[in-house]
Every structure is written in structure tokens, then in C-alpha cells.
């Protein structure tokens, strides 16, 4: 029904912003816009967070791989982004510890990388606990399953990460927006804009049902992640800028030890090489490899890569197979770059983003870009804007951060008279008034009602994971799920969790979809497990061959 709403509204009147692409950097562009109060449309051809954004590591890091090509004013930006979101965020972001082994023979020594720590710490404002050199007898103490074989010792420092994930922590901005009175579809693509007097008039269509739309806007901002030089194509638009991709991808299989910290190695190719925590599971990655296109998928050979690194440098009962891989993460970097850019030296590029403003045409395109600088991204595009002419009648408005200290207190007054927590289900990683606060904030408290009226609405109905269900009847009424798949790998984490044999067997799925999609759950059921089956053989046949191989 709000989805429905929200694009029978896109055709009305002129729009001062329409914004296209609603992954991180769209995202955070609508949020900003409308809380200053301008009146803003967001749409996205496919789900929001669906491609790029959906893929990362959840790391938000201050980027301490770039102290290595001396990128320090970079550094320094990423590092004060990274605060911001620890401050604003304390519920979703939160710091981790990376606890690096070093191998004898790296291309820099030990204590070298351990002053290089203490460089990034004093470079992040002394923000996060202070780093640690760690002898062999420590490291073997505190992570046994570290293979230390050929290691000289290692070290420790701070970062964040996303404790969710990274599509639901875009649709928290998505949300954002929409609270503050913006339009946001899924699943409209645009088909095409030109300007038309003094506005711009862009064709867009519903995916799903086929309609077409005409949306006007008097600025256009093309936040189309790693399609934004394609659909300046469609615009004419000339830019000083261009993406070249590197494709990344993870691997999940079961939690590999118990810890809380982020185990980090130089992997075969001398890049950084994660163990993730990601609750009852691991997440292990990243790979680096050149792309043409955006389109990528998980290749044999990256598959192994991964695996022959992780079973190299853990002491594990025995190696890991493909057989114990639950499900993969892939996604294309886009890498912004100057005409002319992208040579031989392109695993030196670094993610910083680049806003290029066409005055003459009012259109705003976004190059590059991470999660860690996402509130610099909607600063800035706040900024291009009002210098188009779009006056924001509320330009110190907070558009980001968690509730108010007041609201938070209150929500878990209440939560602890319907002693909320004895309802958490069982063999879940936290507290369920802590999950509730951290995935809704000031929306938990309507959860909170539903289950007061109802305790069965505290439970979890698909076993394995954690969400209970009034989170799902949440989703279904607040939270635009098109597809199944919206709901098991965007709006939450399921379908990286379990694996696709015991969600195909679940009858807490059957009972999730009726939820969502109320007469309409079985055909969603069989096309969800339809469009899974198969999907990585057309996803490698489609992909283009690697334009560089890692390692």
C-alpha cells in the first residue's frame, strides 16, 4: 500500500529533487534533502540497497590502507566520518577490534605497521581504544585458531562495523526520507530524462506492474552507483569523471570462533583479507579483481581464493570446502576516476567519491563513494543543490543519527515493565528490547504494543533466525517488500544466515510470506526459490571474464 501511494504520487506537480538510485549514496541524498525541506522523489529500478549496497564487508573504517600510498588528508576525512557515525549511530555502529597476524618477509616490517596503528589513531582523533602489539605467546593465548606458522607477531587497532547490515542500514536513511515527506518507490526505473523548460522530466517505469510514469523535477541527481555513467548516457550528460569496477566478494559458512573481533591477514596478493563475525556465522573476504561491468559473479576461482587463504592462515578441525559455504556476497566496486584515469595502478585507487554539478542543466552525478562517508555525501549533495537554486527552508535540520536520549529512555521503560527480554528467543545474540531499538528506534515502540496485546508476536517463527513477528508484519506494512527477497537479504539478514535447503523447508518461511504477501504467499514463495535456483550459473555465464586476476 505505501509503495502504491508513493508512486501514484510521483506524477503529481514538480518535484524540487528527483533523486535516482537508492543505494547508500541516493539514500543519504533524499534523507538530507527532505529533513532540510525540500520536496524530494526517490526511486531505484530494483529493491533499495539491491546492488552495490548490499555487498560490502559492514566495515565503516577511517581507511587504513590508504596510509600506504600517504593519503593521509583522506585518512584523516574518512577517520572523522567513521566518529561521526560511532556518536550518531551507537546502536548500529559500533567499534570492533582488528587483530592482524604478520608474516615473516611482508613488504613491511612488524613494528612499522604497529606505528602505522598509532599514526591512524592519533589521525582519528585518539576516538577508539588504543592499539596493541601482540607477541606470538599473546596471540596464541587469546585467538588459538590463528595458524602463527611463519608469523613474527601482530597487532591490534580499532574500526567499526555495521551490526546489522548494509542494506539495512540504508534503509534506515530510506526511511528517513520518508518521514520527512519524501516519495520513494523500488522498483521504478528510470527510462530516460530531458530537460523540458525550466524542469526536468524524466520517463520511469514500474517494474512490476509495467505502468509508465512521467516525474518532474526541477534538479535531477543521478545516484545510480556504478549505472551513473550509463544513465548520463541517456541524458547526454558529459562528465569529467567515470567508474572503473573491481569486484569483491564474500563467503559465509559457520561462526569460526567465538570472539567478537575482526581477524585480519595480508592475504596471497598482499591485500587485506578479513574473518568477519556476522552473530551465529562468519563472513570471510574480500577478493580485489579488475571488472568491465558492473555485472559480476562468484567464480570458481574466487571461491577458491578465498578458501585456500582462510585454511592457510587458521587452525581449523578441518579445511573448509565449498560444501560449507551457507551463501556468498558479491558486488562491484565503483571506483570514480578522472579522464584518462584507471591505469596499471588501479588496486592503488581509493573509494573516495566525486560529485560533479552540471549548473547550465541542474543535474548532479555521484562517482564512487563508501558507507564510512555517507553523511559527507549528503552534506555535499545539500550543498550542490541550494547552489541549483533549490532553496532549503531548514538548513541546520539534524536528517541523521538515532532518536533522541528522551525517546530511547522511554522505549526501554517500557520495555522493562512488559519484561520484554524474557520474551527473547532462544538461542538468539542479544536482547530482544536491544535488537528492537537498534533495527526501528522510535518506531520500536509500536512493536512493543503489538506484542503487549500479543506475546506470540515475540516469536520467531523461521527457525534459525532471530526475527519474531511482529518485525515481519512490521515489514510488510512499513517497509515496501516487492519480492521475498526483499525481506530474506535486505530489510534483514536470513538468506545469509540459513542455508537455501532449510529456508526451501521451513514452515516459519511459509508463515512469514503469508505475512508479507497475504493471498499472494505462495506465488512469492515459488518465485523466490525459482529465481535463487539457478541464479549463479546465468550470473557466471552473463559475467564477463576478469580483467585482472587476484593474486
Same mark, same amino acid.
Given at each position: 500500500?505505501?509503495?502504491?501511494?508513493? /508512486?501514484?504520487?510521483?506524477?503529481?506537480?514538480?518535484?524540487?529533487?528527483?533523486?535516482?538510485? +537508492? @543505494?547508500?549514496?541516493?539514500?543519504?541524498?533524499?534523507?538530507?534533502?527532505?529533513?532540510?525541506?525540500?520536496?524530494?522523489?526517490? %526511486?531505484?529500478?530494483?529493491?533499495?540497497?539491491?546492488?552495490? !549496497?548490499?555487498?560490502?564487508?559492514?566495515?565503516?573504517? @577511517?581507511?587504513?590502507?590508504?596510509?600506504? !600510498?600517504?593519503?593521509?588528508?583522506?585518512?584523516?576525512?574518512?577517520?572523522?566520518?567513521?566518529?561521526?557515525?560511532?556518536?550518531?549511530?551507537?546502536?548500529?555502529?559500533?567499534? %570492533?577490534?582488528?587483530?592482524?597476524?604478520?608474516?615473516?618477509?611482508?613488504?613491511?616490517?612488524?613494528?612499522?605497521?604497529?606505528?602505522?596503528?598509532?599514526?591512524?589513531?592519533?589521525?582519528?582523533?585518539?576516538?577508539?581504544?588504543?592499539?596493541?602489539?601482540?607477541?606470538?605467546?599473546?596471540?596464541?593465548?587469546?585467538?588459538? &585458531?590463528?595458524?602463527?606458522?611463519?608469523?613474527?607477531?601482530?597487532?591490534?587497532?580499532?574500526?567499526?562495523?555495521?551490526?546489522?547490515? =548494509?542494506?539495512?542500514?540504508?534503509?534506515?536513511?530510506?526511511?528517513?526520507?520518508?518521514?520527512?515527506?519524501?516519495?520513494?518507490?523500488?522498483?521504478?526505473?528510470?527510462? $530516460?530524462?530531458?530537460?523540458? $523548460?525550466?524542469?526536468?522530466?524524466?520517463?520511469?517505469?514500474?517494474?512490476?506492474?509495467?505502468?509508465?510514469?512521467?516525474?518532474? !523535477?526541477?534538479?535531477?541527481?543521478? +545516484?545510480?552507483?556504478?549505472?551513473?555513467?550509463?544513465?548520463?548516457?541517456?541524458?547526454?550528460?558529459?562528465?569529467?569523471?567515470?567508474?572503473?569496477?573491481?569486484?569483491?566478494?564474500?563467503? &559465509?559458512?559457520?561462526?569460526?570462533?567465538?570472539?567478537?573481533?575482526?581477524?585480519?591477514?595480508?592475504? =596471497?596478493?598482499?591485500?587485506?583479507?578479513?574473518?568477519?563475525?556476522?552473530?551465529?556465522?562468519?563472513?570471510?573476504?574480500?577478493?580485489?579483481? #579488475?571488472?568491465?561491468?558492473?555485472? +559480476?559473479?562468484?567464480?570458481?576461482?574466487?571461491?577458491?581464493?578465498?578458501?585456500?587463504?582462510?585454511?592457510?592462515?587458521?587452525?581449523?578441525?578441518?579445511?573448509?570446502?565449498?560444501? =560449507?559455504?551457507?551463501?556468498?556476497?558479491?558486488?562491484?566496486?565503483?571506483?570514480?576516476?578522472?579522464? @584518462? @584515469?584507471? $591505469?596499471?595502478?588501479?588496486?592503488?585507487?581509493?573509494?573516495?567519491?566525486?560529485?560533479?554539478?552540471?549548473?547550465?542543466?541542474?543535474?548532479?552525478? /555521484?562517482?564512487?563513494?563508501?558507507?564510512?562517508?555517507?553523511?559527507?555525501?549528503?552534506?555535499?549533495?545539500?550543498?550542490?543543490?541550494?547552489?541549483?537554486?533549490?532553496?532549503?527552508?531548514?538548513?541546520?535540520?539534524?536528517?541523521?543519527?538515532?532518536?533522541?536520549?528522551?525517546?530511547?529512555?522511554?522505549?526501554?521503560?517500557?520495555?522493562?515493565?512488559?519484561?520484554?527480554?524474557?520474551?527473547?528467543?532462544?538461542?538468539?545474540?542479544?536482547?530482544?528490547?536491544?535488537?528492537?531499538?537498534?533495527?526501528?528506534?522510535?518506531?520500536?515502540?509500536?512493536?512493543?504494543?503489538? &506484542?503487549? #496485546?500479543?506475546?506470540?508476536?515475540?516469536?520467531?517463527? /523461521?527457525? $534459525?533466525?532471530?526475527?519474531?513477528?511482529?518485525?515481519?508484519?512490521?515489514?510488510?506494512?512499513?517497509?515496501?517488500?516487492?519480492?521475498?527477497?526483499?525481506?530474506? #537479504?535486505?530489510?534483514?539478514? &536470513?538468506?545469509?544466515?540459513?542455508?537455501?535447503?532449510?529456508?526451501?523447508?521451513?514452515?516459519?518461511?511459509?508463515?512469514?510470506?503469508?505475512?508479507?504477501?497475504?493471498?499472494?504467499?505462495?506465488?512469492?514463495?515459488?518465485?523466490?526459490?525459482?529465481?535463487?535456483?539457478?541464479?549463479?550459473?546465468?550470473?557466471?555465464?552473463?559475467?564477463?571474464?576478469?580483467?585482472?586476476?587476484?593474486?
Amino acid at each position: 500500500m505505501l509503495r502504491a501511494t508513493n /508512486i501514484d504520487s510521483l506524477s503529481r506537480g514538480t518535484f524540487d529533487v528527483l533523486v535516482l538510485g +537508492a @543505494g547508500i549514496n541516493g539514500a543519504v541524498a533524499a534523507a538530507a534533502l527532505a529533513a532540510k525541506g525540500a520536496k524530494v522523489a526517490l %526511486i531505484d529500478r530494483g529493491d533499495f540497497a539491491g546492488f552495490t !549496497s548490499q555487498e560490502s564487508s559492514n566495515l565503516a573504517w @577511517g581507511g587504513i590502507k590508504y596510509m600506504e !600510498s600517504f593519503e593521509f588528508p583522506l585518512v584523516r576525512k574518512l577517520c572523522k566520518s567513521r566518529n561521526l557515525l560511532l556518536r550518531s549511530y551507537p546502536s548500529s555502529v559500533q567499534e %570492533i577490534r582488528f587483530y592482524t597476524a604478520h608474516e615473516r618477509g611482508f613488504r613491511h616490517g612488524l613494528f612499522k605497521l604497529f606505528l602505522g596503528t598509532w599514526l591512524y589513531w592519533i589521525i582519528g582523533s585518539f576516538f577508539t581504544k588504543i592499539p596493541r602489539l601482540l607477541s606470538r605467546r599473546v596471540m596464541a593465548r587469546e585467538e588459538p &585458531i590463528i595458524n602463527l606458522d611463519g608469523c613474527d607477531g601482530g597487532f591490534e587497532y580499532s574500526d567499526a562495523y555495521l551490526v546489522d547490515n =548494509d542494506a539495512r542500514f540504508v534503509w534506515g536513511f530510506v526511511r528517513a526520507a520518508l518521514d520527512h515527506g519524501a516519495r520513494a518507490a523500488n522498483y521504478v526505473e528510470s527510462l $530516460g530524462a530531458r530537460r523540458e $523548460g525550466d524542469a526536468w522530466l524524466t520517463r520511469a517505469r514500474d517494474v512490476v506492474t509495467g505502468r509508465e510514469l512521467a516525474i518532474r !523535477s526541477r534538479v535531477l541527481v543521478n +545516484a545510480c552507483g556504478p549505472f551513473v555513467d550509463a544513465h548520463n548516457a541517456l541524458t547526454g550528460q558529459r562528465t569529467s569523471h567515470r567508474h572503473i569496477f573491481s569486484k569483491g566478494i564474500h563467503l &559465509i559458512v559457520e561462526r569460526l570462533t567465538p570472539s567478537r573481533r575482526v581477524l585480519t591477514f595480508f592475504a =596471497d596478493d598482499g591485500r587485506l583479507f578479513f574473518v568477519i563475525p556476522m552473530g551465529s556465522r562468519t563472513c570471510i573476504g574480500t577478493t580485489d579483481t #579488475r571488472v568491465e561491468s558492473p555485472h +559480476a559473479a562468484v567464480t570458481p576461482e574466487d571461491r577458491r581464493f578465498v578458501l585456500s587463504n582462510i585454511n592457510k592462515r587458521l587452525n581449523l578441525p578441518r579445511p573448509l570446502t565449498e560444501a =560449507d559455504v551457507i551463501a556468498e556476497r558479491c558486488g562491484v566496486r565503483p571506483l570514480a576516476v578522472a579522464d @584518462g @584515469g584507471g $591505469g596499471e595502478d588501479w588496486l592503488q585507487l581509493s573509494r573516495k567519491h566525486a560529485i560533479e554539478v552540471d549548473r547550465a542543466e541542474a543535474h548532479v552525478s /555521484i562517482f564512487g563513494g563508501k558507507l564510512t562517508d555517507c553523511i559527507n555525501v549528503g552534506e555535499e549533495i545539500c550543498a550542490a543543490v541550494e547552489e541549483l537554486g533549490v532553496a532549503l527552508p531548514r538548513p541546520a535540520q539534524r536528517w541523521y543519527g538515532e532518536p533522541a536520549e528522551e525517546v530511547r529512555h522511554e522505549f526501554f521503560q517500557t520495555a522493562r515493565r512488559l519484561d520484554l527480554d524474557a520474551l527473547t528467543p532462544p538461542r538468539a545474540a542479544e536482547k530482544l528490547s536491544a535488537r528492537l531499538w537498534r533495527r526501528y528506534g522510535a518506531e520500536a515502540r509500536e512493536l512493543l504494543e503489538e &506484542i503487549r #496485546r500479543d506475546p506470540r508476536m515475540a516469536e520467531a517463527p /523461521i527457525e $534459525g533466525a532471530e526475527d519474531v513477528r511482529c518485525e515481519i508484519a512490521h515489514a510488510a506494512r512499513r517497509e515496501m517488500v516487492v519480492k521475498l527477497e526483499d525481506f530474506l #537479504r535486505r530489510r534483514t539478514k &536470513i538468506s545469509l544466515l540459513l542455508r537455501a535447503g532449510e529456508l526451501a523447508s521451513s514452515p516459519g518461511l511459509r508463515e512469514a510470506c503469508r505475512i508479507l504477501f497475504g493471498d499472494d504467499a505462495d506465488r512469492r514463495l515459488s518465485e523466490y526459490f525459482q529465481e535463487q535456483h539457478g541464479a549463479r550459473e546465468r550470473a557466471e555465464a552473463e559475467a564477463p571474464p576478469a580483467a585482472q586476476p587476484v593474486g
